[in-house]
């Protein structure tokens, strides 16, 4: 659908909900989100008229992982309440926020691929630490932050370049063992599934974040 073909309600809609993300956000987003939220918009509501409602199936990692992205597609719903008199389920707050993470990262299946990669990784630390994580330490909050730059490099070939002292890499694997396990068991799930080998630089600092998080195991 061309942009011309769209209501002037929805581009209205779509330009408040960009100029208060750019605004909190304090960035400028990719000028490509005017014409795919605008487009969102427009489906969305439409389909909520008729009474379809499309689950968000990454909504919890959304919430979990970008939480003032989210945020901010709460604001969203809010102001589409006000222009259209409709209340949109929340399921439309984490789309929202996925094309405000898009338009700071530049593409739609790189933030996919960025949410669903931090999942996979905070599972195997999960499982193979056995434990839950406190969300709200700033221990997660880093670790999280981390995994978002490693995910990114991960996925636009952009390894990290920097070498790691070979005494202080066999030191923190001493020192964290149940994180060093950790990160293997995260190696062999990237090679596996993504054909992606760690490096040691990106190794060390995994241990470093992974022992944080867990308690210095």
Known sequence: MLLADLS???????????????????????????????????????????????????????????????????????IIHAKFDLDLPEDEAGFVALHIIDAQMGNRPLADNITRLIQEITNIVRYTCAVEFNVDSPQYCRFVTHLKFFAKRMFTEKASVGEVDEEMEKMVQKKYMTAHLCVQKIAEFLAGKYHYELNADERFYLIIHIAKVVGKR
Do not use: C
């Not at 809609?13 to 939220?37: D, F, H, P, R, T």
């Open 8 to 78: 002037p309600e929805y581009m209205e809609v779509s330009g408040k909900i960009i100029e208060m993300a750019e605004q909190k956000l304090q960035k400028k987003l990719n000028e490509s989100i005017y014409i795919s939220l605008t487009d969102h918009l427009h489906m969305a509501i439409r389909r909520f008229r008729d009474g379809t409602v499309v689950r968000n199936m990454m909504l919890w990692e959304i919430k979990r992982f970008y939480p003032e992205e989210y945020a901010l597609g709460e604001k969203a719903l809010a």
